[in-house]
T-cell receptor
Framework: GAVVSQHPSRVICKSGTSVKIECRSL??????MFWYRQFPKKSLMLMAT?????????EQGVEKDKFLINHASLTLSTLTVTSAHPEDSSFYIC????????????FGPGTRLTVL | AQKITQTQPGMFVQEKEAVTLDCTYD???????LFWYKQPSSGEMIFLIY??????QNATEGRYSLNFQKARKSANLVISASQLGDSAMYFC?????????????FGTGTKLQVIP
């Protein structure tokens, strides 16, 4: 299957700082990328859907100004957690889909964010 | 209403036995896809199997098969000949594609433990 990478895999930051997480599709072009958040022992919660060339579509309850998503190219999407607080600590996972491939969704390995 | 419902928070199965993990879904879109993912304690999401809403036959991938009952809106995962390495969280997910907007929703997961 296709490979999706995330960087960094773990990040610890101080409260009030911003953190950028990258999601890259390594061997295919991804017109659609999804960002999820997962709390311990809980399911994945979709935060936003980004389509290359247009703004991300945020799910209800997700603050757009807090979680900035940029689908910079067909192989890169970034999630920036602005002014992070301890309650933002979570496991963030991205997934990417090749064009017109409805049955394919490849996940990155996830990024564990800890805000002190 | 829940889009994806997994009613079994935890399941035990004897090694080498088969096990069925339940999943029901709710959507008004005529075109959708159903996925099952495995998430070990390491956190990565491992794709297991996919079923498209228009697929006539049930999907199979090695020891995994998906019992798709469209009228009942159920997409149960069957794992045959369970192995100790199958112990993990299992998530059912649905991808909807209506009006050009894509959305992926995950169920709450089932924790499967395989007993030697």
């Amino acid at each position: 299957g296709a490979v999706v990478s995330q960087h960094p895999s773990r990040v610890i930051c101080k409260s009030g700082t911003s953190v950028k997480i990258e999601c890259r599709s390594l061997d295919f072009q991804a017109t659609t990328m999804f960002w999820y958040r997962q709390f311990p022992k809980k399911s994945l919660m979709l935060m936003a859907t980004s389509n290359e060339g247009s703004k991300a579509t945020y799910e209800q309850g997700v603050e757009k100004d807090k979680f900035l998503i940029n689908h910079a190219s067909l192989t890169l999407s970034t999630l920036t957690v602005t002014s992070a607080h301890p309650e933002d600590s979570s496991f963030y996972i991205c997934s990417a889909s090749p064009p017109s491939a409805f049955n394919e969704q490849f996940f990155g390995p996830g990024t564990r964010l800890t805000v002190l | 209403a829940q889009k994806i419902t997994q009613t079994q928070p935890g399941m035990f199965v004897q090694e080498k036995e088969a096990v069925t993990l339940d999943c029901t879904y709710d959507t008004s879109d005529p075109s959708y896809g159903l996925f099952w993912y495995k998430q070990p304690s390491s956190g990565e999401m491992i794709f297991l199997i996919y079923q498209g809403s228009y697929d006539q036959q049930n999907a199979t991938e090695g020891r995994y098969s998906l019992n798709f009952q469209k009228a009942r809106k159920s997409a149960n995962l069957v794992i045959s000949a369970s192995q100790l390495g199958d112990s993990a969280m299992y998530f059912c997910a649905m991808r909807e594609y209506g009006g050009g907007y894509q959305k992926v929703t995950f169920g709450t997961g089932t924790k499967l433990q395989v007993i030697p």
